[in-house]
């Protein structure tokens, strides 16, 4: 059975004159929506200027000449945005259990389940890529969504993920929670299971699949939305910022690349060629910052964390060389 995706392929300068063949993974129709320079990583219409130090410093550490790398940040305090492609779809991976986790926490808030409510943890059951629209997955162990949400958050397990997705109704549910909070250019369209089974099929360096995909703009939205307490009550919000807060993976991330002392709330995410880390950064004089950071390609997953690593650092450094004084805006 075949599956459509949007996609746009890459296309050196070279090629951009040229018309771009269509890219056909396994058991995929992809459609060309347009090209970029691969050596530059901007869309080829029209070079992309940058107003500020910053914004021309973030452009040089997050150059994607062996891959796309997007990037938006915003600082909560002053408003200053800054983005490198933050307008162009990358892949969600992990990441999206961010929004899974606040559509359930907002069925807490309306007294639809507690987190004492026990759910089974969703097991894949062997099957072929592809070999269905969705793949199958059995009930396992009971526990109770406090402990789904832990695991989900902080060690990014999948059989967690898909129990609380399948409680709030799906990714339609998901993504009418996002549509209800004002956020565009974020959309999931599997359950983890489905992904990760069909994983490997499409090179993101390659390809804008727009399929579990989100801009590092709206993902921004997403966050400064969720630390502002725009959509949770203050104990939901707590909760899930709390959670982020414990998050054991990618040390080697947005945690790598700033002080010891500064606190990150944060999710990642990992598929073939791509890894990726979101989050808020709270900085020890009360400065916060919202970031999203998504790169695909550089060769290897070690590669791919460093930059992500280069790219925090710079954003931290900068908005406080930038950013003028004001008071303590950390809240949690």
């Known amino acids: 059975m075949a599956f459509t995706a949007a996609a746009s392929l890459v296309a050196s300068p070279a090629q951009a004159g040229q018309a771009a063949p269509v890219a056909q993974p396994t058991q995929q129709v992809v459609e060309v929506q347009s090209t970029f320079d691969s050596l530059f990583g901007t869309e080829l219409r029209g070079p992309r200027t ?107 397990n999948n059989y967690a993920t898909d129990a609380l997705l399948k409680v709030v109704g799906g990714p339609s549910a998901v993504n009418a929670w996002v549509k209800r909070a004002g956020i565009e250019g974020w959309h999931i369209d599997r359950d983890i299971a489905t992904l990760v089974r069909d994983d490997g099929a499409i090179d993101p360096a390659q390809v804008i699949d727009k399929r579990d995909s989100a801009t590092p703009l709206a993902m921004v939205k997403l966050l400064s939305g969720i630390y502002q307490g725009k959509w949770l009550s203050p104990a939901s919000r707590k909760i899930l910022l709390d959670t982020m807060a414990r998050c054991l993976t990618g040390k080697r991330r947005i945690r790598a690349g700033l002080p010891e002392d500064v606190q990150v709330l944060h999710k990642t995410g990992s598929l073939h060629n791509t890894s990726s880390d979101i989050g808020i950064i709270e900085a020890p004089d009360g400065r916060v910052f919202a970031v999203a950071i998504y790169v695909t390609g550089q060769g290897s997953r070690p590669n791919r964390e460093a930059r992500i690593a280069s790219i925090a650092r710079t954003i931290y450094s900068g908005y406080l060389a930038e950013g003028p004084a004001y008071h303590h805006t950390a809240s949690r």
């Open 50 to 156: 940058y107003s500020s130090p910053l914004g021309q410093r973030l452009a040089t550490v997050a150059e994607a000449s062996q891959g796309r790398i997007g990037v938006a940040a915003l600082d909560l305090a002053t408003g200053q945005e800054i983005d490198v492609l933050g307008d162009q779809r990358f892949p969600m991976a992990s990441t999206s259990k961010v929004a899974i986790a606040a559509t359930f926490l907002e069925g807490v808030d309306k007294g639809k389940w507690s987190l004492t409510s026990e759910f089974p943890m969703m097991i894949p059951v062997k099957s072929a890529p592809f070999s269905s629209p969705v793949a199958p997955v059995r009930p396992g162990a009971y526990m109770t969504a406090g402990k789904l949400l832990e695991l989900m958050l902080t060690r990014s």
